[in-house]
C-alpha cells in the first residue's frame, strides 16, 4: 500500500468508525460465539502474496466483528466504562504515525513535555495536592501515563518497597540482604480492593493483608491501626496500604480522612487507587471522599475509563519522584543524553522502557471537550443512574443492598442468590444488555453501570423495561413451585426438596434444570457457582486453620482435614497431640475469615509453616534433623520467625524497624 491508496482506504476506513459508533444501539451488546470460533474462519497460515485491501476489509464483519463486545453501546452496564472519542481516537491517528518511542527526553523531546504538562493540567482540574505538578517550586513529585491502573499498583508497591528497604538498612548495624528484609515486608488493602493489588503482591513477593471493611464497604483507620499492631507483634514491618477510591464491587470508598493521618503517622506509604472514580473530580461536588488525599504518596486513576481517553492511558502521580528514580533507574551508555541531568526521563519512572506517545489523545480530549463539557458528561452519567435507581427501588421484587455512587447501581431479587443469578443469567443470554454479578457480604448483586456517552433516558427505559418483565416472568414461574413443595432460594443457594411434590412442580423444577444445562456461552465468570467464600485469602494465609499436621507432606491427606466452614464456628480444642504448635485460639472465632492474611513470599525455609502453594494445607511440616541443620546454617543472618512465634503468645522477635542485628536461626 502506498500513499495515494493509504490515503483513500484511510477515508473509508473512517467512514466505516463512524457509521460502526452512530448505530451501535443495532448491535448485539455479547457476541454469540463459542471459544475457537474464529479458527474456522481462518486459512492454515498467513499468505504468501500480498491480498487486495478490499477483501482485508471485508473480513471486518465476516471474522472480527461476530467475536466483539460492544463497550461503546449504551446498553454495555458490565465492569466500568471503557470509552472513546473522537478527539481521542485523532490524538492516536497522529501518535501511530509519528511512532516515536519515548523512554527518554533525548528520544523524543516533545513527547516528554507534552505529558508534563498536560497531567499537571489534569492535576489541577481534579483539585490534586500541588505537591504531585512537575512545575510547582515546591513539588518534588509529578505525574506520568502508564499502561494499566494495575501497572501503576505494582510500581507503586515495587517503589514504597524500595523506600522501606533502604530506611531499614540505615537503620540495622550489619548487612542484610533485601530478600530477607522483603520476607518482613508487609502491605494492606480492604478487603474489596481490586485485584490488581494481589497481582502484585504475587509479582514482588510482599504479603499482602486484606483488611475487612465496615457496613458501607469502607476501611476504616481503627482497622488498620489495629492490624499494624498485631503484624508488628509478629515481627512483620508494615510499610504500603493501597487505599481504593471507588471499589469495582460496588463503589465504595475508603475513609482517607481516617486512614491517611495513620499512615502518616506510622511512616506508610499511601497509594490512592481512584480508577473509576478519579474522572468524577472535574466535579468539585464529587470531591467529598479526596478529604486525606494530602497524605497520599501517590495517586492513580483512568482517564480511558470514564473520561472518554480511549485505552490505554492511565494517569500516575508521586509525591517523591526520586522514590520512583531510585526503583527504577537504569544507565547504561547508550541510554544517557547531553541533557540528563536537567531533563526528565520517564523510563525511570515505570517498569518497561518504551513507551508511547499517549499524551496527545489526552491533549485533543482536554482541548476539544474543556472542563465544562467534560463536567456535564460526569454529572449526567450519573443522572442516568440515579432514574435506574429510583425504578428499582419502586419495584417490590427489588431491593438494592448498597448505596448507589456515582454511575453503578447495585440491585438483586429480594427472593434470593439463586433467583438473582437466573436472572442475570437471562438477561445475559437475551444479548441485548450485559451485566455482571458480584458480591456483598452473604448477598448476591448485579451491577448496572452506566457508561457511555451517549445513554439517554430511553436507553434507561428499555433496560429497566426488560430486566423487569424478566424478573415478573421468572418469579411468575417459580410462584407455583414455592407454594406446593415449599422449595426455598436462600443466600447459600441450598433448594430444600419436598418428597411429596406433585408432578406440576417437578415439571417446574426440571425446566430451571434445563436452563442450567443449556448449551449457551455465557459471558460471565464461571467460578461464579462456586461455593461462596468471604474473602479470597482463603486460598493462602498467614495463620494455619485450627487443625495441624505433623508428619511427611506426602503423607498428608488433603481430602480429610477439615474444611473452612466446619471449622470455623467451632470450639476452641487442639486437634493435635504432637509437640508441635497448637491452633491459635482467636483463629476459632466467627470473624475468623476476614482476619486472614495473603501471604506472597517465597518460601523461608526456617520457617516450617508451609506459606503459599496451590493446594493450601495450613499444617505444620516436619523437616529431618539433618536438613534442619543444612537450612538452619544458611539462614544464620536472618531472624525467621518460626511458626511457634505466629500462633503463641511468648516472647515476639525483634521486629526490623527496631534497628536490632538479626539474631542467628
Known amino acids: 500500500m502506498q500513499a495515494e491508496e493509504y490515503n483513500r482506504r484511510g477515508k473509508e476506513l473512517v467512514d466505516y468508525i463512524t457509521q460502526y459508533l452512530s448505530s451501535i444501539r443495532e448491535r448485539r451488546v455479547i457476541p454469540d460465539v463459542k471459544p475457537g470460533y474464529m479458527r474456522e474462519l481462518f486459512p492454515d497460515s498467513a499468505p504468501t502474496e500480498p491480498e487486495n485491501w478490499e477483501n482485508i476489509f471485508s473480513d471486518i464483519e465476516r471474522v472480527i466483528m461476530p467475536g466483539v463486545v460492544h463497550w461503546q453501546s449504551p446498553h454495555m452496564h458490565a465492569y466500568y466504562p471503557s470509552l472513546t472519542s473522537w478527539p481521542s481516537m ?44 512537575h512545575y510547582h517550586p515546591d513539588s518534588r513529585g509529578g505525574g506520568i501515563l502508564q ?65 475487612p471493611t465496615d457496613e458501607q464497604l469502607s476501611l476504616r483507620g481503627d482497622t488498620l491501626k489495629q492490624a499494624m499492631q498485631e503484624d508488628r507483634h509478629r515481627g512483620m514491618v508494615p510499610f504500603l496500604l493501597c487505599s481504593t477510591l471507588g471499589t469495582t464491587g460496588a463503589c465504595a470508598f475508603d475513609k482517607l480522612s481516617e486512614l491517611g493521618p495513620v499512615c502518616e503517622e506510622e511512616g506508610l506509604w499511601l497509594h490512592v487507587d481512584a480508577a473509576y472514580a478519579g474522572s468524577a473530580y472535574f466535579c468539585p461536588e464529587l470531591r467529598w471522599s479526596l478529604k486525606g488525599i494530602e497524605y497520599a504518596q501517590s495517586f492513580v486513576f483512568n482517564p480511558s475509563k470514564w473520561m472518554m481517553v480511549h485505552f490505554d492511558c492511565t494517569a500516575f502521580w508521586v509525591k517523591d519522584k526520586y522514590k520512583l528514580q531510585q526503583t527504577f533507574s537504569v544507565d ?36 476539544s471537550f474543556g472542563l465544562k463539557n467534560l463536567q456535564a458528561h460526569i454529572r449526567h452519567g450519573i443522572e442516568m443512574a440515579k432514574l435506574l435507581e429510583s425504578h428499582i427501588r419502586s419495584d417490590p421484587n427489588f ?60 436507553d434507561i427505559m428499555e433496560d429497566w423495561s426488560l430486566i423487569s418483565k424478566t424478573a415478573a416472568t421468572l418469579l411468575a414461574e417459580m410462584q407455583p413451585s414455592n407454594n406446593t413443595d415449599h422449595t426455598k432460594f436462600g443466600e447459600d443457594e441450598v433448594i430444600e426438596e419436598n418428597p411429596d411434590t406433585n408432578v406440576e412442580s417437578d415439571e417446574k423444577e426440571d425446566a430451571v434444570a434445563k436452563l442450567d444445562r443449556a448449551q449457551v456461552e455465557l459471558w460471565i465468570d464461571k467460578a461464579w457457582n462456586r461455593s461462596w467464600r468471604p474473602m479470597r ?97 544458611s539462614c544464620r543472618t536472618v531472624n525467621c520467625m518460626s511458626s511457634s512465634q505466629v500462633v503463641n503468645t511468648g516472647p515476639t522477635p525483634a521486629p526490623l524497624e527496631t534497628a536490632t542485628a538479626p539474631t542467628q536461626g
Open 147 to 211: 499502561g494499566t491502573v494495575s501497572e501503576s499498583t505494582l510500581v507503586a508497591l515495587l517503589a514504597a518497597r524500595k523506600d522501606k528497604i533502604l530506611q531499614l538498612r540505615a537503620e540495622l548495624d550489619q548487612d542484610v540482604d533485601d530478600s530477607a528484609i522483603n520476607s518482613r515486608l508487609i502491605a494492606y488493602a480492604s478487603d474489596q480492593a481490586h485485584s490488581s493489588v494481589e497481582k502484585a503482591g504475587l509479582i514482588s513477593l510482599v504479603k499482602i493483608r486484606f483488611l
Open 332 to 367: 547504561p551508555v547508550y541510554l544517557r543524553h547531553e541533557n540528563s541531568q536537567q531533563a526528565t526521563d520517564f523510563m525511570h519512572w515505570q517498569i518497561p522502557l518504551s513507551r508511547r506517545f499517549r499524551s496527545l489523545k489526552l491533549w485533543f480530549v482536554m482541548r
Open 537 to 633: 485469602s482463603l486460598s493462602c494465609n498467614s495463620e494455619p486453620l485450627p487443625y495441624t499436621y505433623h508428619g511427611k507432606i506426602s503423607d498428608y491427606d488433603s481430602e480429610t482435614r477439615p474444611r473452612v466452614r466446619d471449622v470455623s464456628d467451632g470450639l476452641p480444642v487442639s486437634l493435635t497431640t504432637g509437640s508441635g504448635p497448637e491452633a491459635p485460639s482467636n483463629v476459632l472465632g466467627k470473624h475468623v475469615l476476614k482476619k486472614l492474611t495473603k501471604f506472597y513470599s517465597l518460601p523461608s525455609f526456617c520457617n516450617q509453616w508451609v506459606q503459599c502453594g496451590r493446594h493450601q494445607m495450613c499444617c505444620p511440616v516436619t523437616v529431618s534433623p539433618a536438613a534442619q541443620k543444612q537450612l538452619s546454617s
Open 90 to 133: 485523532l490524538g492516536d491517528m497522529l501518535a501511530n504515525a509519528i511512532n516515536c518511542v519515548g523512554f527518554t527526553w533525548a528520544s523524543s523531546p516533545a513527547c516528554t513535555e507534552l505529558e508534563m504538562n498536560v497531567m499537571d493540567w489534569l492535576c489541577k482540574a481534579l483539585g490534586l495536592p500541588s505537591f504531585f505538578l
Open 399 to 458: 431491593e438494592v443492598p448498597a448505596e448507589r455512587h456515582l454511575g453503578l447501581v447495585v440491585f438483586c431479587l429480594k427472593a434470593g442468590n439463586a433467583l438473582t443469578q437466573e436472572l442475570l443469567r437471562r438477561l445475559t443470554r437475551s444479548g441485548t444488555m450485559y451485566l455482571i454479578p458480584s458480591d456483598i457480604h452473604t448477598k448476591r448483586i448485579i451491577r448496572f453501570t452506566v457508561t457511555s456517552q451517549h445513554t439517554t433516558a430511553d
